[in-house]
């Protein structure tokens, strides 16, 4: 008989990804972030403490309050992130003087920051995010909103019992960045289109920056 996976039940690579981008807005410029420079990260933190003290390793108590929490700490960082890259834009089309060391630094962390926030929201969002997708907790899951290779029957793979880990999500993230569009996981709903487009327009435009600022420093 079929083992279920468990690999889904972790909470800790969402925290630690969550973590990560703490660091990396803090380390922006202080040209990109706004005053008080703490707030944002006090907002993030305030989210991100009941749900890791709740779930801190596993994936084992679920409530209302909850999943909203986790579901706004996902958007809020989404959303701040592409408040940083209109700061960006603004920068560099406004001609305000910013040293080149400063700009690559800060299209590396807000594209950087833009993958792990995709990745936070696919996690949360698909089938009505991690409980709903565990067969072994009482949330029904709703109707998928990726569809990953492994669930269409792949050799090798039973689809039945398969269910994405936070890696997958954070892959999904990861290649809509870099290519622009889907690779081999395919959107479904709307709201995975969106975004799945939102993550790639964030990408697409950090890079078009970056370019343009060489070109005229060239």
Do not use: C
Request: aromatic share 8%; glycine share 4%; hydrophobic share 55%.
């Amino acid at each position: 008989m079929p083992t279920l996976r468990v690999a889904h039940e972790r909470r800790w690579p969402a925290t630690l990804t969550v973590a990560a981008v703490l660091a990396l807005q803090l380390a922006l410029p202080t040209e990109f972030t706004g005053d008080p420079r703490w707030l944002v990260p006090a907002l993030e933190i305030a989210l991100l403490v009941p749900v890791f003290v709740t779930n801190p390793v596993t994936l084992r108590r679920d409530t209302v309050w909850l999943r909203r929490a986790a579901l706004a700490l996902a958007g809020l960082v989404a959303a701040v992130n592409a408040a940083h890259l209109v700061r960006l834009v603004d920068v560099v089309i406004s001609g305000e003087h910013l040293p080149p060391r400063s700009l690559v630094q800060a299209a590396l962390l807000i594209w950087v920051t833009n993958v792990a926030a995709a990745a936070l929201v696919l996690w949360e969002m698909d089938r009505g995010g991690p409980f709903a997708r565990d067969p072994r907790h009482a949330r029904l899951p709703g109707r998928p909103d990726l569809f990953f290779p492994q669930m269409g029957g792949v050799a090798g793979w039973d689809a039945a019992t398969w269910h994405p880990s936070f890696s997958e999500y954070l892959f999904v993230a990861f290649t809509t960045a870099t290519a622009f569009s889907p690779t081999d996981t395919l959107p479904l709903s709307a709201r995975a289109k969106a975004m799945m487009t939102g993550a790639a327009s964030v990408s697409l435009v950090t890079l078009a920056i970056v370019a343009a600022r060489a070109v005229n420093v060239l």
